[in-house]
């Protein structure tokens, strides 16, 4: 238990140590990483702490990431945000090693506040509070079904602990219901399509730090809680597997298809993080190991593609002042560097190889089409609408004539090359040895 302890112990003491944030969160994640080296066995299960091979991985990105974006708000930091992102970090940590599902529950909603904070308090533009409403009621409605379904849980086996549950589905028509309830809290913080609708706005109106660990961390707590609970009830999702299917598949290729669309360079990152968070439900719904490896691959890699993603997102507005597509032209005559990060990133974010991201689509769409070929069509028609509104964000953002208003002398701090830089890093040493993310 000390393992998880004292690190979360020395991430809430950190403002007051004067000592440089980033560094800290850094060592932490090293740490992490050195310690639980054998990460196939449950290295640790008590009544309120778990720590495995998914929950020591995601501990791992949550300090790495937040380390990151502590980086890319130089020379900025200001003392409540460096205050939320250890808070967020923290709350993240625990859900993720947490073993009683009431405490999930509770550590899984606890992670809203610092982040609707940012965007009430650090946010732009007085849109703002509508966004933050959108994610509040969004979450706090789906989550309500969530915690009755935790009380029933209760009575029924006189505890919450994950891998103790002898619980089986109600009969139907109560098991519909029964699966509806107890999955929509997680399908909503994925967010899936048609229950997506807060998280564009979310990520428009967050700051550069609130859009980055909104995506690779708190989009990846519904995954998770959805893998843990599968593993608990097999057979959780079996009545609204079909449905599920559908709505997923077809509609990763509707959201791929809006994301084409988008004019605005968040907004376009935003819906493509919706169409790959809809398709890791699918893999995740075949309920087969290769879909669950494709679906852990998905998440990892995902949550550093798009945080570095909104990181340029953030690069770019600060010179521009626009997040407009069709103003944002011809930067690579102008910052040649950042034109070369954002087609590493959108390559990234389309699968190419030779990043992770590609062997975790490969395995999504084979075992979604192990489980039925009729979603064939979808998967194939998102995979390559992923392409195309990738190339889009590219070349409408870094070729083209150059704008009236642009100054040819405008660059960035070294320090934000390098929070990409260590984005990268992490990709490229998981292409190298992706069996660390296969179990």
Known sequence: ??????????????????????????????????????????LMLTNFFLMDFMSSALIILTLWISALMLSVMLPNITKPLSLLT???????????????????YIMFELSLIPIIMMILFLGYQPERIQAATYMLLYTVAASLPLFISIIFLYMKNNHLNFFFMNTTLPQTPNA???????????????????VHLWLPKAHVEAPTAGSMILAALLLKLGGFGL?????????LMHPITPVMFAITSWGAAITALLTVRQTDFKSLIAYSSVAHMSMT??????????????TYITMMTHGLCSSALFALAGMTFSITNTRSILITKGQIMILPKMAIWWFIFAASNMAA????????EIMIFSAIMSKSLAFM???????????????????????????????????HPQTHYTSLYLHLLPLIFLSLKPEILLW
């Open 1 to 42: 238990m000390l393992k998880i302890m004292l690190p979360l112990a020395f991430m809430l003491m950190m403002p007051k140590l004067k000592f440089y944030h980033p560094p800290l969160l850094f060592s932490l994640s090293i740490m992490f990483m050195t310690t639980f080296t054998n990460m196939n066995m449950k």
């Open 377 to 411: 069509i979808s998967i194939f028609l998102a995979s390559f609408l992923s392409a195309l509104y990738n190339l889009h964000l590219y070349t409408s953002m870094n070729h083209g004539s150059l704008p009236k208003y642009s100054n040819p002398t405008m660059n």
């Open 353 to 360: 190889p030779p990043f992770m991201n590609l062997a975790g």
């Open 86 to 104: 250890l808070l967020l970090a923290t709350t993240t940590t625990l859900t993720f090693s947490m073993n009683n599902i009431l405490m999930f």
């Open 176 to 194: 519909m219901i029964w699966s509806i309830t107890i999955s929509l809290a997680f399908m909503v913080k994925m967010p899936i399509y048609s």
């Open 227 to 235: 893998l843990r609970l599968l593993s608990s009830f097999p057979l």
């Open 281 to 294: 439900l699918a893999s995740m719904l075949t309920m087969s190991k290769w879909g669950w490896a494709g």
